[in-house]
């Protein structure tokens, strides 16, 4: 099955905190501590492969990129990106010269998981939202 994005339902919700995904709280341009991650409306599935990707909250200083939570083989990845727009519907994915992670480029070193990676990115598209106007949307990669 494929990576979709979907409003998370009542049961997922309750389940949801037996994941204990803890998310960044940034500062001054860094991680400064970790706390529990709160609910998200929506995530990007491979419900086949339990695979998630979770945006978390944005560090203010550096507003072009997005951190998310990648589960992949039962770990939580913490993952950055700058992101940008093309030509108004092409979302382009960079790897950011500063990190906000502490260099964790390529997150993982098993070969699956950059095009797993990918895979989710390209479905989460702009928003993660399974709307129209986000599917209307085409995904580039800059590594």
């Known amino acids: 099955m494929a990576f979709t994005n979907e409003k998370l339902t009542f049961e997922q919700k309750e389940d949801f905190n037996f994941l204990k995904i803890k998310r960044p709280v940034f500062g001054f341009g860094r ?4 706390i529990d991650m709160e609910i998200p409306w929506y995530w990007t599935i491979d419900k086949e492969r339990k695979m998630y990707l979770m945006p978390t909250s944005r560090d203010m200083d550096y507003p072009d990129e ?4 990648f589960i992949w083989n039962n770990k939580n990845y913490l993952v950055q990106f700058n992101i940008s727009v093309e030509n108004g519907y092409t979302v382009v994915w960079n790897i950011p010269k500063h ?5 964790v480029f390529p997150y993982c070193k098993d070969d699956r998981f950059l ?3 990918c895979d989710a990115l390209a479905a989460y598209r702009v928003t993660g939202n399974p709307n129209t106007s986000n599917k209307k949307c085409s995904t580039k990669f800059n590594f």
């Open 99 to 103: 990190y906000l992670i502490n260099d």
């Open 66 to 69: 997005m951190v998310f939570v």
């Open 115 to 117: 095009d797993d990676l």
């Open 31 to 34: 991680i400064i501590r970790e």
